[in-house]
């Protein structure tokens, strides 16, 4: 795999290494020892699938609060998808800042996503699959949201949301 640094802290794009041949090709995806050799949570407890059937979905922006914070590794197997990620720890060189990354079923991009990081995304095309990987475990009680497009953060998305749950849309604006 290909660890890039992100402009925010802590963040890293990752780009796998195909090994290719006439069949296809083969490559990691996820290796324990890679990850901590880049000082990245390793710790991967459980993993979730998003489907979205409609271009213009846009679920975010979300994250869990202390002490259930989550680090994700997210990738797009099916379609694509404008991924957002805005950090969100108070004493880091990049707090209140934000990052957007396409990821692609076929540019087999992941963004690595530490804990203390919100984290949203729009749908570019229909039927676009998410998968994440996650540090910790799911805490309802726990989740936390801010309104997508908060004016203070000034998240620049690719188009504005055809769908959006209620919660999502009615979110507050992030006050820190």
Same mark, same amino acid.
């Given at each position: 795999?290909?660890?890039?640094? /992100?402009? #925010?802290?802590?963040?890293? @794009?990752?780009?796998?290494?195909? $090994?290719?041949?006439? !069949? =296809? ?16 949570? /390793?710790? #991967?407890?459980?993993?979730? @699938?998003?489907?979205?059937?409609? $271009?213009?979905?846009? !679920? =975010? ?23 957002? @990620? ?91």
């Amino acid at each position: 795999m290909i660890f890039s640094k /992100a402009p #925010l802290a802590d963040a890293f @794009i990752i780009d796998i290494e195909k $090994k290719e041949d006439k !069949r =296809g090709f083969f490559a990691r995806s996820w290796c324990r020892h890679e990850f901590e050799a880049h000082g990245l949570n /390793a710790n #991967l407890v459980q993993c979730n @699938i998003s489907f979205n059937p409609f $271009k213009g979905t846009l !679920r =975010g922006m979300h994250r869990q609060k202390k002490p259930f914070e989550e680090a994700k590794l997210v990738r797009c197997p099916r379609g694509s998808l404008y991924d957002v @990620i805005v950090d969100l720890r108070e004493n880091s060189p990049t707090y209140k800042k934000h990052l957007g990354v396409t990821l692609t079923g076929d540019n087999w991009r992941m963004l690595y996503i530490p804990e203390g990081f919100a984290h949203g995304f729009l749908t570019l095309e229909d039927n676009t699959e998410v998968f994440y990987q996650l540090s910790e475990y799911y805490m309802p009680d726990s989740q936390q949201g801010f309104r997508w497009n908060d004016p203070a953060l000034a998240i620049i998305w690719p188009s504005e949301p055809v769908v959006i749950s209620d919660r999502d849309r009615d979110y507050p604006d992030f006050i820190g």
